[in-house]
């Protein structure tokens, strides 16, 4: 649920970016306000995926070369 989750905020967070440079100074304030609350989410999905149990393939080590 968190990876479902933090994927779609990722998109806002490089969207608003994206937003900032098109807009200009005079629309700063409000995306950097976003960008803040973004931040808290992204941490608190951050937390989520660090506390939740991993699937068995997850825990497995990559036997990439």
């Keep these: 649920l968190a990876h479902r989750i933090n994927n779609p905020l990722q ?4 969207t608003l970016y994206l937003a900032q440079r098109q807009a ?3 629309a700063e304030p409000w995306v950097n306000r ?3 609350e973004l931040s ?4 608190l ?3 989520l995926l660090d506390l939740s149990p991993r699937s068995p393939e997850e ?5 990439a070369a």
Aim: proline share 9%; hydrophobic share 45%.
């Design 11 to 14: 998109d806002i967070v490089n």
């Design 45 to 47: 999905v951050s937390q």
């Design 24 to 26: 200009g100074p005079a």
């Design 34 to 36: 976003a960008l803040e």
């Design 40 to 43: 808290v989410l992204t941490r």
């Design 59 to 63: 825990k497995a080590p990559s036997m």
